[in-house]
């Protein structure tokens, strides 16, 4: 259970002696961090320690309660004040009520049973408002990793954090939508971590930042070494996996910084993050020499045409791959793999006239699994091309792909034209091209129109009524409705852009 700090003041030694032994403090949730005699002390203590509650009285020498309250307000005002007041000072508590101060006891007043009852509202009402404090300023901090936005200075902002990063494994995907899925890793990860890293650490800040989820946890500059926050990283990663029972990947920077220091080490470890999140057998849980890594992204590109080009040569295909996969993990670049990861399946998707289907998501540790991964997948394209080749549509069926695929743009294609060009009747075609290809005549060009839709939308500027008039719609409304009905999206959902880094 967290102890609500608390600080007792009173230039009556014995009063203060009384408050102190009248209960049982840590029982109720308290923690009496100090007592003062007067004003001044108390501001000393308080600027030291930050107490939660301050029991204060209000007649004091050297600084009053008035004076000492009205002087901590400024520097810290989620600070909960109750005054304690002889009778005759009544009205200076009155006084105090309408100022803002919660509340007041009557010296003749306070007994264990009264005074554990008023802790026992203010304890909720601490609770309560430190809650939505810390929502409040989880979300600030959110906003303020992610675009910059200014951060009002508070207590919180003035302090020096060790800074964590979490993240789930994150899947590449064939889609672009990949970039936005991101965020909802970090929204999943984030209540399980939140409540793991609080019941260890109360004063933390845990908010979450795209996939990641930052834990920010207090210290002081340069008073500990980087074993412990180490150590720290790798105990919450083993709990937060066996809670979530997913693979979790974890790092840290030892050193203790600021708000505005974490956010400059974040933003320069962002690229790094991404690739560890991808290939958990790349990360690290000591970030601390990646600060001083420039990151550059791989300005090559690679060729798709090798696909179709070097089928019957795939040393050549495999070699620039190979080669190609071993510049971008040495550069940590996690974007342009994706790029590459998504343009070859869609590119084998089509070359292999969609025979070839893929997994919506798949999981990779390292650079040699995603290797062997496309390797084994560009085998099975040349099996299909090669049996494709060898006549494992007969020949007119074949043509008629072929005729499909080069007349894709003509909005009035009808089967009588294509069982024409292959001397079929339509029926008899039908038949025949259901039984080859196990789809329809109509389902197949379809699925040709929607693939090559994808690829325009994702390598070129075209508009998407040109789009439509390229994949054989006349109309860009019915285009987007037989697009969302084929792949469950509208056609801009697949111009996302890459996010710069």
């Not at 004091?60 to 304690?84: A, C, L």
């Not at 800074?163 to 890793?185: A, V």
């Amino acid at each position: 259970m967290h102890l609500i700090t608390t600080l007792l003041v009173d230039d009556d030694y014995l009063v203060l002696k009384d408050l102190k032994k009248m209960l049982d403090w840590n029982a109720l949730g308290f923690e009496i961090i100090g007592t003062a005699t007067n004003g001044k002390k108390a501001l000393t203590i308080t600027q030291k320690e930050h107490p939660e509650l301050i029991i204060t009285d209000i007649s004091m020498p050297i600084m009053d309660g008035f004076d000492f309250v009205e002087t901590v307000q400024k520097e810290y005002p989620h600070s909960y004040f109750i005054f304690i007041s002889s009778y005759a000072d009544f009205d200076y508590a009155k006084r105090a009520m309408r100022d803002g101060i919660r509340d007041y006891i009557l010296k003749n007043e306070i007994t264990a049973e009264a005074l554990t009852q008023r802790l026992l509202k203010v304890r909720q009402e601490l609770e309560h408002q430190k809650h939505h404090r810390q929502q409040d300023f989880r979300i600030k901090l959110t906003d303020y990793f992610k675009s910059g936005k200014n951060l009002s200075s508070s207590e919180e902002s003035k302090r020096s954090y060790t800074f964590y990063f979490f993240s789930k494994w994150i899947p590449l995907e064939k889609l672009k939508s990949h970039f936005l899925h991101i965020p909802m890793y970090g929204e999943e990860l984030y209540p399980l971590l939140l409540q793991l890293i609080l019941s260890r650490y109360t004063d933390a800040l845990v908010f979450p930042v795209e996939e990641f989820v930052i834990a920010g946890i207090p210290g002081q500059k340069n008073s500990f070494s980087s074993r412990k926050p180490l150590q720290n990283c790798l105990d919450i990663q083993q709990a937060l996996g066996l809670k979530s029972g997913q693979t979790i990947i974890a790092s840290c920077f030892p050193e203790a910084l600021t708000l505005p220091e974490g956010r400059q080490v974040y933003q320069r470890l962002l690229p790094f993050l991404h690739f560890q999140s991808s290939f958990p057998e790349n990360s690290r849980t000591d970030l601390s020499s990646l600060v001083k890594t420039p990151f550059v992204p791989v300005d090559r590109f690679f060729s798709y045409t090798l696909l179709k080009d070097s089928l019957e040569y795939p040393k050549r295909y495999l070699d620039s791959l190979k080669s190609f996969l071993e510049l971008l993990f040495k550069a940590k670049d996690a974007d342009s793999i994706f790029m590459l990861y998504h343009n070859l399946l869609l590119n084998m998707e089509e070359l292999s006239g969609h025979r070839l289907s893929f997994s919506p998501q798949s999981y990779f540790q390292n650079q040699e699994e995603l290797y062997t991964f496309l390797e084994s997948s560009y085998e099975e394209l040349r099996k299909l091309c090669i049996k494709s080749s060898q006549g494992q549509y007969s020949p007119s069926v074949q043509k008629a792909i072929e005729y499909m695929k080069s007349h894709l743009s003509d909005s009035s294609l009808t089967v009588d034209q294509i069982s024409a060009e292959v001397f079929l009747s339509a029926s008899r075609f039908g038949v025949l091209f259901k039984q080859e290809t196990g789809q329809t005549v109509y389902d197949y060009l379809t699925e040709l129109r929607i693939s090559r839709a994808i690829h325009l939308l994702e390598n070129t500027r075209m508009k998407i009524y040109e789009i439509a008039e390229q994949t054989g719609y006349k109309s860009s409304q019915y285009f987007s409705q037989i697009f969302s009905q084929r792949t469950g999206h509208k056609p801009l959902y697949f111009r996302q852009k890459k996010p710069s880094t």
